[in-house]
């Protein structure tokens, strides 16, 4: 009896191991930002990634001209602000939204008229000595729809 | 075995299945990919899923999406693929690309709202990801739910559109971009066939020319982000495909506006400007002759290219 507790402790050690080597950011934007209302579409340039407080990275996308966009983000507690600019693709980089300027609101919508590629910076804002080497989950979602009024008829009225 | 024995591992479990439960989000290892670039090589070995690409691109989807709104564009079944030639692709490059062909083609189907024969164009997706081992652990189920309601049109549509969101990302969570970027090449190249074949009449300020045009972004992300696996051989292939595309997206005419941003009177941002590309008939023709050639290439399995 004793070395059959000592065989499930070990199993349930190694399970744990395993479950725990398992956990990954891939799919924290879906469990996490906040979603748009129903009439926007999920795009598959909805990101996620490991972050360390304190850490800036950048992902470029591409957004059509003729539709609107929402942005949403969300990162663990520990990484403390998260602050999102939206930057032109080019050599000038314009920065075109920063929502450091919107008390660090965690989504946005926004409407495009000519197709181009877009930098979204994130950046984890801490203090110093709030900057660790722990890492944590960040999540970026991006929906999209038509800005134009016909494809959304079915949201007049009741 | 005492109780106060077995209270000490129940003890224990507890405190375990608590770290891990206030864990649940944190990625353990510090020598992990981190951000959402490629630049980091340390972290093939240890949390290969979370290696992020820097260049994202659409889906097939959001290409598709806009034709909605035309109703001057109507559905042409003859432009899809038909499953039967699913028998010629028996190498993985094959199986790749018209993988992504295939779902561009139910994708297209599905924006039409057209139900006849998604099940089998569903079962051909179904059986090359299999082969490619790429197993998305219900598909076989929905699968069998699909030729259940056939009949239901919304139904279906709903499946295929939540499985498709699910298979790619079920790629990225498994480090399989690489296998990702090659199929997204057979599903563009088969998106844009799709599109310059719905044409009937050139007509240089149509919303389709521009919205053909404007897929040049599109496949420089999509290009940037195979550049990063150009020594596999499939990429490799996929890369020769797009370089074409994009010479001649080069020669395109491009008118260019300031960009600026304003906020409509809802308060919400709006981006103005940018670069407008512009297609001349002759260009078009070349355009649509090389995508055709391409297209054909790619589901009768014609390599054109040498392999490297």
Known sequence: ?158 | MSLKYRLSCLTLVLLMIGIYACKSNEPKENNESLGFSNDSDSTLIVHQNLKSSHYNYPSAKEMFVFIQKDNKLTFKSKLLNPTSNQSKYVDSRSKLLNLGVYISDLTYMTVFKQSKNTDLYFETIYTLSDQLRISIPYSENLLNRIKDNIANRDSVINYYENYSDDFFNYLNKNNKEHILSVITTGSYIEGLYILVNLIDDFSGNSEIIQKIADQKYTFENLYRNLEEYKSDPNAATALQYLEQILALYNELDVIKEPVQTTRDKNNQLVIDGGEKLLFNQEQFNQFKSLINDQRKSIVLNQNVYNEQ
Not at chain 1, 89 to 96: A, F, K
Not at chain 1, 137 to 143: A, D, F, Q
Request: net charge negative.
């Open chain 1, 1 to 158: 009896m004793k070395y059959y507790s000592r065989y499930i402790l070990i199993i349930l050690f190694l399970i744990q191991a395993l479950y725990s080597f398992g956990q990954n950011c891939t799919e924290y934007h879906i469990d996490h930002c906040r979603w748009a209302d129903r009439s926007f579409l999920y795009s598959r340039q909805s990101k996620s990634a490991a972050f360390k407080p304190g850490m800036k990275s950048e992902f470029s996308i591409v957004v059509y001209g003729g539709e609107e966009y929402y942005l949403s983000v969300d990162g663990h507690k520990k990484l403390g602000n998260i602050r999102i600019r939206l930057i032109e693709d080019n050599t000038e980089q314009t920065i075109l939204y920063d929502n450091a300027q919107f008390k660090y609101e965690n989504f946005f919508y926004f409407k495009n008229s000519l197709t181009k590629n877009l930098i979204v910076e994130i950046t984890s804002e801490v203090e110093d000595d709030e900057i660790t080497d722990d890492i944590y989950c960040i999540g970026v979602l991006i929906e999209f729809r038509s800005n134009t009024l016909e494809n959304r008829k079915d949201k007049l009225g009741f």
